[in-house]
């Protein structure tokens, strides 16, 4: 982010905004708890999004604790495992669910800057913490370029969505807003080749099919179910996609994938993208 | 010496290191080029490194009966459902006097920093580094580090700010009309049971389940992290506060009550700086432009930029 004033360096000592900033810290009296905003987004980012109108009202978590059941595939197919893809799922709505209903306790219009993790945990076996942690804003009158009579999405929720502080700035100056986080998830088994194909595929360059098939079904059948989520939202498109793999602690023939990113829809039908000023810095 | 420095004497080796720069006006700091730019930028001055230490022996944490465990003929038995106690209900068994101690030996290393700070004359600290580690001759240790600003020609304040923010971060804000009040801290310490049903859902051939037990433990204890830092930041009268760090961390234990049974604790530390914002006296107010949407046409530098902000990178 870069900032530019009309002033040079010394002019701010001049104008007195330092000690303007001590009298502040000065007057500070003690106040009651519960009127405070909490956020963590970083210092870039809370200047970003109080910059297009949203101000920040607290941080919102939700976490759930699973235990992933245990499901083995037939050696020999390749075929989702569903009772994981389940679960992941499951859990995974526990904590966004959780988070939502923060955010809404808050009367929040959104919560951006969401980080949705997984991690496996050393105590007992097949044990995950998934978390949800993001920073619940309300918009301001004149945000989004002023006449935004509604932000929550068609569930009457708050938007939730993963973009960082800079990314919701360029969104909502582009003229889209965020309705929802959507993600898709897929649990496959990767057949194990037969003994005969292995022998055979030694020393040769080839590809090996099965392989090949497992990956583009368990992208799709992720990636279809991210689409689907969205769709449900009646949005225009999804931004900010990231395609997830992860083992997790299943071995190498079973694998997750994961798809996530922010459902977005047009603020008004004859938005303009500004064009941005091209830089070429001459300092090396 | 024994006896708890309330902090208004600085050790012997810190008087005289002031003197000296006091004596000769030279001050030395960690920031770096661009900090030091921009620390001045905002027409503040950096007056000094300023640090403040303390060492604690923990004798005392707490915890020495389980809270969720119920009495029962002959003995404490295991529950179908148990409670988790968070650290400030101050309930049996509850790790009040750890956290207590966890605050205050931070509060401690804080206030010594600030008066450094205040003594060389400055307004608050900056960039501050707050670490714990082991002591090598026994016992932790609690060290703030940071560098000491000034704004000349502003009003004296009884307690310098303090924050962790670097020096860009400090001035954008100080642009923007915001100020740090100081840091502020959430610590929580909650402990809970193994009860029969957490037992259940977390069998080896149990299917999907959510564990209950372990989701309150860590939910609970995070919320009580949370309520203690919007205390804090309502002692300092602040408006808000930027969280930088959230660490839980989960361990378990064999139950002090029941046999054979285990108690899981999480500590929950949030630690972020608070915030407020100020207003420009008359005669001051500029009216500041919005930032810049810029695309780099360097290609190198894109690609540097690309590399650094990774997925969970500095933003």
């Not at chain 2, 230490?53 to 944490?61: E, K, R």
């Not at chain 2, 609970?220 to 919007?230: W, Y």
């Not at chain 2, 420009?280 to 690309?306: C, F, K, N, V, Y």
């Amino acid at each position: 982010m870069t900032d530019q004033t009309s002033t040079t360096a010394a002019d701010l000592g001049v104008q007195g905004v330092p000690q303007d900033a001590m009298r502040r810290l000065a007057e500070l009296q003690p106040g009651r708890p519960g009127s405070i905003f909490t956020s963590d987004l970083s210092v870039n980012e809370f200047l970003l999004v109080r910059e297009v109108g949203f101000r920040p009202l607290g941080l919102v978590l939700g976490s759930s604790i699973y235990h992933v059941g245990l499901q083995v595939g037939r050696w020999g197919r390749n075929q989702e495992l569903d009772v994981l893809s389940q679960a992941m799922y499951h859990a995974r709505e526990l904590a966004m669910t959780r988070m939502e209903a923060e955010a809404n306790a808050l009367s929040a219009d959104g919560v951006v800057g969401v980080r949705l993790d997984v991690e496996m945990k050393e105590f007992g076996s097949d044990i995950a913490e998934f978390i949800a942690v993001g920073t619940a804003v309300k918009a301001e009158d004149g945000a989004g370029g002023g006449g935004v009579t509604e932000w929550r999405n068609n569930k009457n929720l708050p938007f939730t969505s993963d973009l960082s502080g800079q990314d919701f700035w360029t969104l909502i100056r582009a003229g889209y807003a965020p309705l929802g986080m959507v993600m898709g998830s897929c649990v496959y088994h990767i057949a194990h080749q037969r003994l005969g194909q292995k022998i055979g595929n030694t020393g040769r360059n080839v590809e090996l099919e099965q392989f090949t098939q497992a990956l583009y079904d368990a992208r799709e059948l992720a990636m279809s179910r991210m689409q689907a989520e969205a769709e449900a939202l009646h949005a225009e498109g999804i931004v900010g996609v990231q395609l997830r793999q992860h083992s997790h602690t299943w071995g190498s023939h079973t694998t997750e994938f994961f798809a996530i990113g922010t459902a977005v829809r047009p603020l008004r039908d004859d938005h303009v993208i500004e064009t941005p000023t091209m830089v070429l810095s001459l300092d090396a | 010496m024994s006896e708890d420095r309330s902090g208004h004497e600085l050790p012997p080796a810190a008087e005289s290191r002031i003197a000296e720069i006091r004596r000769t006006g030279t001050w030395g700091s960690a920031l770096s080029a661009d900090e030091f730019t921009a620390i001045r930028s905002v027409g503040f001055e950096p007056v000094g490194q300023v640090l403040g230490a303390a060492v604690y022996n923990i004798g005392y944490t707490g915890g020495w009966a389980c809270p969720g465990a119920w009495a029962g003929y002959g003995g404490y038995v295991t529950p179908y459902q148990s409670v988790t106690a968070v650290s400030s209900t101050g309930s049996m068994g509850s790790f009040g006097p750890m956290v207590q101690t966890l605050y205050q030996a931070r509060h401690n290393a804080l206030t010594r920093m600030s008066e450094e700070c205040a003594e060389l004359g400055g307004h608050g600290v900056v960039g501050v580094r707050l670490t714990i580690g082991g002591f090598p001759a026994g016992g932790m240790e609690f060290k703030a580090i940071g560098t000491a600003v000034r704004a000349p020609g502003g009003v004296a304040l009884k307690r310098p700010f303090t924050s962790d923010l670097s020096g860009q971060d400090f001035a954008k804000l100080i642009m923007a009309d915001w100020v740090p009040a100081g840091m502020a801290m959430g610590i929580s310490i909650g402990a809970r049971h193994d009860d029969w049903l957490t037992i259940n859902q977390t069998r080896w051939g149990t299917g999907n389940a959510e564990v209950t037990g372990y989701t309150d433990l860590v939910n609970e204890s995070r919320h009580d992290a949370r309520t203690q830092l919007d205390r804090d930041v309502a002692r300092m009268g602040a408006e808000g506060v930027v969280v930088k760090t959230m660490d839980i961390r989960i361990r378990d234990r064999e139950c002090p009550m029941v046999e054979h049974r285990k108690d899981h604790i999480a500590e929950v530390t949030i630690i972020g700086t608070a915030i407020t914002k100020f207003t420009r006296s008359a005669g001051h107010a500029i009216r500041r432009e919005r930032s810049l949407a810029i695309l780099s046409l360097d290609p190198q530098r894109r690609q540097a930029a690309r590399v650094r902000l990774g997925a969970d990178g500095p933003r």
